[in-house]
């Protein structure tokens, strides 16, 4: 009993993480109905990023997400704006071909940069773990949950309580409605591009601690972000956090219960399932088209 309860509170600790990493890839397709590939290289990136200010500074490589989160909301502009907004009104075809292009930029360039080996940011609470009874919570978990809800919550107040918000849940539900109202379609695909690819400045800090990385770990960690989002429902933010805490939960019972070499598939395997079974997801609406 002890062992499934550690489990599940391991699980929804890092399904928090997970949420927090897929809300990015959900919030850009549903605005602008782009499949970032690049999600996951940029993850890489900032946990590079990280790793290099952890060994040159000391700072923790959590709270450095308060440096790497706004160069990553600019990053993430300047690339919508020189980048993907040639292809915006593209088939998603033309941006899964694009993003995945840029990715192995990422992963290119990284390797010639530092080096095609494993790396991990270990501060010095790395190993230590808070207890609540019979179960072990590893403080580096509970610091990534924890910086995770913050991150989900500033971004759900975002998203709910301004106009920059509003102006984005509009255009992701109705683009021409929103259009009719003023509401700017270039501006507010930017503005959300960037808001998306700034979830990736705290992601990829807090993976810089729980995982080891190298740059070809991003075709790990987009799978697992594709698998959150196609089971959530592409574009819904609620279903990418239910998505993740699911997948989160899954993932830990099966290296608990099965084994670590296991864990992995979970992800492919959710994907597979998905798209066989209910494609739109829990929370995706089925599409109609009228033929002619």
Same mark, same amino acid.
């Given at each position: 009993? +002890?062992?499934?309860?550690? &489990?599940?509170?391991?699980?929804?600790?890092?399904?928090?993480?997970?949420?927090?990493?897929?809300?990015?890839?959900?919030? *850009?397709?549903?605005? =602008?109905?782009?499949?970032?590939?690049?999600?996951?290289?940029?993850?890489?990136?900032?946990?590079?990023?990280?790793?290099?200010?952890? %060994?040159? @500074? /000391?700072?923790?490589?959590?709270?450095?997400?308060?440096?790497?989160?706004?160069? =990553?909301?600019?990053?993430?502009? *300047?690339? #919508?704006?020189?980048?993907?907004? %040639?292809? %915006?009104?593209?088939?998603?075809? =033309?941006?899964?071909?694009?993003?995945?292009?840029?990715?192995? !930029? !990422?992963?290119?360039? $990284?390797?010639?940069?530092?080096?095609?080996?494993?790396?991990? &940011? +270990?501060?010095? #609470?790395?190993?230590?773990?808070?207890?609540?009874?019979?179960?072990?919570?590893?403080?580096?978990?509970?610091?990534?949950?924890?910086?995770?809800?913050?991150?989900?919550?500033?971004?759900?107040?975002?998203? +709910?309580?301004?106009?920059?918000?509003?102006?984005?849940?509009?255009?992701?539900?109705?683009?021409?409605?929103?259009?009719?109202?003023?509401?700017? &379609?270039?501006?507010?695909?930017?503005?959300?591009?960037?808001?998306?690819?700034? @979830?990736?400045?705290?992601?990829?800090?807090?993976?810089?601690?729980? #995982?080891?990385?190298?740059?070809?770990?991003?075709?790990?960690?987009?799978?697992?972000?594709?698998? *959150?989002?196609?089971? /959530?429902?592409?574009?819904?933010?609620?279903?990418?956090? !239910?998505?993740?805490?699911?997948?989160?939960?899954?993932? @830990? $019972?099966?290296?608990?219960?099965?084994?670590?070499?296991?864990? +992995?598939?979970?992800?492919?395997?959710?994907?597979?399932? !998905?798209?066989?079974?209910?494609?739109?997801?829990?929370?995706?609406?089925?599409?109609?088209?009228?033929?002619?």
């Amino acid at each position: 009993m +002890t062992q499934l309860l550690q &489990a599940l509170v391991l699980g929804l600790l890092i399904g928090g993480v997970y949420a927090l990493m897929a809300s990015g890839l959900a919030l *850009i397709f549903g605005v =602008m109905r782009i499949i970032n590939i690049a999600q996951g290289a940029l993850l890489i990136l900032v946990a590079m990023f990280t790793w290099w200010m952890w %060994r040159e @500074t /000391g700072i923790d490589p959590i709270l450095a997400s308060v440096v790497t989160t706004p160069l =990553m909301f600019g990053f993430g502009w *300047i690339l #919508y704006r020189t980048v993907i907004s %040639r292809i %915006r009104d593209q088939s998603a075809s =033309m941006s899964v071909l694009l993003t995945f292009g840029f990715a192995l !930029v !990422v992963e290119g360039v $990284l390797n010639v940069v530092a080096g095609n080996r494993f790396r991990s &940011a +270990t501060p010095f #609470y790395f190993a230590e773990s808070f207890t609540v009874g019979p179960i072990s919570l590893p403080k580096t978990q509970v610091y990534g949950f924890v910086a995770a809800v913050l991150v989900l919550a500033a971004l759900y107040l975002v998203l +709910t309580r301004t106009w920059t918000g509003r102006a984005i849940r509009a255009t992701s539900q109705n683009p021409s409605g929103a259009a009719l109202v003023g509401v700017g &379609a270039a501006g507010t695909a930017a503005l959300a591009f960037a808001l998306g690819t700034a @979830t990736t400045g705290v992601g990829g800090s807090i993976l810089s601690v729980l #995982y080891p990385f190298f740059p070809a770990s991003h075709y790990d960690w987009i799978s697992r972000l594709l698998g *959150i989002v196609v089971l /959530g429902g592409m574009g819904s933010l609620p279903g990418a956090m !239910v998505g993740a805490l699911i997948l989160g939960l899954a993932e @830990t $019972l099966t290296a608990t219960y099965g084994g670590l070499r296991w864990s +992995t598939l979970v992800f492919y395997l959710v994907i597979m399932l !998905v798209l066989l079974f209910r494609p739109q997801g829990l929370f995706g609406a089925k599409l109609r088209e009228d033929a002619a």
